[in-house]
């Protein structure tokens, strides 16, 4: 039976005359990885700093461990928050870094030094324990952040960006690092970003927010899958998902196009007659066919390669984007067919955005 380590209920919070947080529920299981992620400003930063207790909240309870702690101090709440400023005393090395909070609880320097080439095995900085911050990268630094978070055994840990200041390889080492970490610790973790490849690929459960409310929250693939607005599939997914303009055919089972030519596409399933729509078409959805096999034909903008992929821009209005997982000869001017498989068609309603 899953356990319920964290549990916000109806959480709200005001700056002044700022609504920054909107009753927000979330149930966090013993154990699970969960990414709070949104555009900036969305208040994920601000929910994550509630539940450390850094920000007090307007109205709700916070539960950690079945315990409502919205009057505890954030010390006593026994979690740790891993910030991406690292927060590193200078100086101090990292030895006395990792156990200064063991330090403060009375635990004898020689304990506390056996403790710290422990966390160093876990973490990957034997060998470091002697040097000072100034001395390590960007990666060492965070990893420092990390054992002094483990070394408390928290009831949760929390990330706030951890890794925005690392350089694109070392972002993806250490998101494989934090995650095994998290795996061998069996620890709950929340983790706030804004990057909706890092919460994806991390996380057992991701919480997309915007402007103060949680948009959805579900298993990473469910999110990809089903997404229940425009935002949310519009947020997850890169290249972004494309959306263009329709209205429902006589029939209900296709949908006519705002392309040029009106492009009447089978929907495989039925839908209401007449009704405006936004059809969401995902990059990785879209093929490239002969045009006699075509649901569209569309002139091409730009064709970009990687070598292993190529990314192709047509020019529409809107522009739709397309992703073949191979190489390509087609160059800009050409006119090329696209296939869109019903399956892989998302419906939203037309005004109020929501998926149908
Ligand atoms: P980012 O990724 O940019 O950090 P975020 O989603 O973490 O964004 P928050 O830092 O939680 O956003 O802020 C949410 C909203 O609350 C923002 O509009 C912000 O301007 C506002 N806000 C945050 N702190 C304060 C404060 N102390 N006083 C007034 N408004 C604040």
Request: charge should be neutral.
């Amino acid at each position: 039976m899953s356990e319920t380590q964290i549990e916000l209920t109806n959480i709200n919070k005001h700056y002044g005359t700022f609504h920054a947080l909107k009753d927000i529920n979330l149930r966090i299981e013993k154990g699970t990885f969960v990414a709070l992620v949104g555009p900036s400003g969305c208040g994920k930063s601000t929910l994550l700093r509630s539940l450390a207790g850094l920000e007090s909240i307007s109205g709700g309870a916070i539960r950690i461990a079945g315990e409502v702690v919205n009057q505890v101090p954030p010390r006593k709440r026994d979690v740790a928050m891993v910030f991406q400023s690292y927060a590193l005393y200078p100086h101090m090395k990292v030895a006395e870094n990792l156990t200064y909070s063991l330090r403060l609880r009375g635990v004898s320097k020689a304990d506390a030094r056996k403790a710290a080439e422990e966390i160093a095995t876990t973490t990957g900085l034997t060998g470091l324990l002697d040097r000072y911050p100034r001395e390590l990268s960007g990666g060492q630094r965070q990893r420092v952040a990390m054992g002094r978070a483990i070394i408390r055994h928290p009831k949760a840990f929390l990330f706030d960006e951890p890794l925005s200041n690392l350089d694109a390889a070392l972002r993806v080492q250490m998101r494989k690092e934090i995650r095994a970490l998290h795996d061998r610790l069996g620890a709950t973790s929340v983790y706030v970003t804004h990057d909706q490849i890092e919460a994806m690929t991390m996380a057992d459960y991701v919480v997309v927010m915007r402007d103060g409310i949680i948009e959805q929250q579900g298993r990473p693939l469910e999110l990809y899958d089903t997404p229940a607005n425009k935002f949310v599939a519009g947020f997850i997914g890169s290249p972004a998902m494309n959306f263009v303009t329709g209205t429902i055919a006589a029939s209900g089972a296709d949908v006519v196009l705002d392309l040029p030519d009106a492009p009447v596409v089978a929907l495989g399933r039925q839908a209401d007659p007449g009704r405006k729509v936004l059809v969401g078409l995902r990059p990785e959805h879209l093929s490239l066919v002969p045009l006699e096999q075509a649901s569209i034909k569309v002139p091409v903008l730009v064709v970009e390669s990687t070598g292993s992929m190529t990314y192709v821009t047509t020019d529409t209005t809107p522009q739709l984007t397309l992703v073949e997982q191979s190489r390509s000869d087609i160059k800009a001017g050409d006119n090329v067919g696209v296939r869109i498989e019903p399956h892989h068609i998302h419906l939203f309603d037309g005004a109020t955005e929501k998926a149908i």
